[in-house]
């Protein structure tokens, strides 16, 4: 009966996917300047791990996927220069470089004569196609980087958005200071790299307190991994060179994986408030596991063996057994919810940009997938695109850049 009704539902929306394009002939050299007092909060561009993975998350994300078109090694390690200079910059603030009025001005301007931190971090991520013949980086490649597969449940076609030799993660306090960050690195990197596609998302307010909601009405990432806790990162988020196969140089990066989910909203909202909290497993208003009163407690799935109160479909229990076998598996997730408008036929595309960090993508992520393969919830969300990709370790110093220990 499921398999019918997910077959109705799936041929009645139709996935739209985010695309941009960007084209550029040479790079423009990137410069620093001697800042005037920036304005908002700031994150450290340097340090053993980049910024935008256990930084607390901003309201505002675009997610960007690039295909380099760099002709040569050096030319690669050029713009990764280039946009370690202009990252640094637009994160720590400041007035950008004078130029004289008659010269095409250095910045667009859409944050006023100084560009304020305003929380800005930019995560910068390669995948799998970066390491073909094109550079002579095959035997450097992260040992657990591979394209991401289509899940038996995805809604993939030839226009979704998938892959890409780089990916930035663009995250701030304000939407205007994310775009204002796009564009100035796209600026800087013409030449360099093109864009493959993107999408827009935004962190909700808490509602009324606690943890955002996605677009189903449920509190999305309560059972987030404590990272804080050095010891649980190590073991679940950063890379060891050496470890397991791991080049040397991918000490300190990690495993990013984006997912494009669209959710069925109008069939969504026909559903009884009871079936939609045992398919997740936890009640709606609080976010508290259906065995629980708040969304801090933990459900105790020893005392409930046969799924009586969270059944043992319900997503919560898929995604996160609680059990000393399942721990490694842990995620650490950093979604932010999206709205595209209206598909073809009227419908709306809203959902969520599920993005993971971990470890190992084999042995986190995707067993996660596996366990929630063929869940209730399939029938009223759409897996239409992303990637799997490897985050650079941090810059070091002043004269580090991002990948330079690949190159």
Known sequence: MRAGRRDFLRGAAVTAAG????????????????????????FPFEGAHQAGIVTVQQQAASFCSFDVIAGSSGELRELLRALSARIRFL?????????????????????????????LTVTVAVGASLFDARYGLAARKPARLVPMPVFPDDQIT??????????????????????????????????????????????????????????????????????????????????????????????????????????LVEFWDRVSLQEQQ????????????????????????????????????????LSNPRTAATASSRILRRGYNYDRGF???????????????????????????????????????QPTGGGYFFVLPGVRGPGDYLGSGLL
Request: proline share 7%.
């Open 19 to 42: 695309a941009a394009a960007f084209a550029g002939t040479a790079f423009v050299e990137a410069r620093d300047s001697a800042a005037a007092q920036p304005s908002g909060r700031t």
């Open 278 to 317: 045992q398919m997740i497993g936890r009640y709606r208003d609080s976010g508290a596991p259906l065995d629980g009163s708040s969304e801090a407690d933990i459900p105790d799935y020893q005392a409930d063996p046969q799924g009586l109160v969270i059944p043992l479909d319900a997503h919560i229990r």
């Open 91 to 119: 994160t720590a603030g400041g007035r950008p470089q004078a130029a004289d009025v008659q010269a095409i001005p250095f910045d667009s301007g859409t944050l006023g004569p100084v560009v304020p931190a305003d929380g």
């Open 158 to 263: 030839a226009a979704s958005p998938l892959h890409g030799d780089v990916s930035l993660q663009i995250c701030a306090d304000s939407r205007d200071t994310v775009m204002h960050a796009l564009r100035d690195i796209a600026k800087h990197t013409r030449g360099g790299m093109q864009a493959r596609w993107k999408i827009d998302g935004f962190h909700a307010a808490p509602r009324p307190a606690g943890t955002q909601r996605n677009q189903l009405g449920f509190k999305d990432g309560i059972a987030n991994p404590q990272v804080s806790d050095p010891a649980v990162a190590d073991a679940l988020l950063w890379t060891h060179g050496g470890d397991g196969g791991e080049p040397a140089w991918t000490e300190g990066g990690s495993y990013q994986v984006i997912r494009i989910i669209r959710m």
């Open 343 to 381: 598909d073809d036929v009227g419908n709306l595309d809203v959902g969520l940009v599920f993005c993971c960090y971990q470890q190992d993508v084999a042995r986190q992520f995707q067993v996660v997938q596996g366990r929630l393969a063929g869940e209730p919830l399939v029938d009223y969300i």
